[in-house]
């Protein structure tokens, strides 16, 4: 089983929206049986499972000491792919949970702000020794600061080319416990994460799946 932790000492970044999507498209796209782990206080990623219609993906409790006993039993249970939503915080605790990574997700808003807190993320990772993308979200169409942050993060590690651009039916799709890719899978949000959960798949060295996701998620087939 491999596992994704989506981390950001920020909030406001879209962190639960974009665990969501990732954990829906990439269920949708074969690279499943898919879990999510709401480790955030908060209990966003939770309130969104329990509106939703659909089974899958599955949703499983955890505390965050009781998270390495938890993830081995998912994955005896059978699961391909855990995805874990962690609170806005760089504690010890969230040392623990990039720690159990496969890999990392940082999503980052293209603002002075977002971009100048994003260190904080960035070496604990690296301490972890953890690899690690970062997923630019909320980003303004054709604006200057979206190529900006591209360029400033692309110093400090990979920043995945499928840019999540700021738009309603993200947040309006996760009201009834959908995602973008299910409220509308040939709109343009719903591509953006087909590229997306494709892109990380792939940097989860699982190229096959990937492909599948992204065909699957964008509505295409092949022949």
Known sequence: MKTIVLAARKGGAGKTTLAASLAVAAEAGDAGPVVLLDLDP????????????AETPALANSTIAGLPAKLEALAEA???????DTPPAITDQIRSVVQLADLVIIPTRPSPHDLRAVGST?????????????????????????VQAVAA????????PAIIHDRDDYASSMIDGRTVTEADPRGRSSGEIAAL???VLERLHDKQKARKAFSKASGKTGR
Request: hydrophobic share 50%.
């Open 197 to 199: 959960c494709a892109f």
């Open 153 to 160: 993060l692309s110093e400090h590690g990979v920043v995945a």
């Open 42 to 53: 908060q209990g966003s990623l939770t309130s969104w499972w329990n509106a939703r219609e």
């Open 78 to 84: 059978g699961a391909a792919l855990a995805v874990i």
């Open 122 to 146: 960035v070496e604990l990772v690296q301490d972890a020794g953890k690899p690690f993308l970062f997923a630019l979200t909320q980003a303004k169409p054709n604006a200057r600061l979206t």
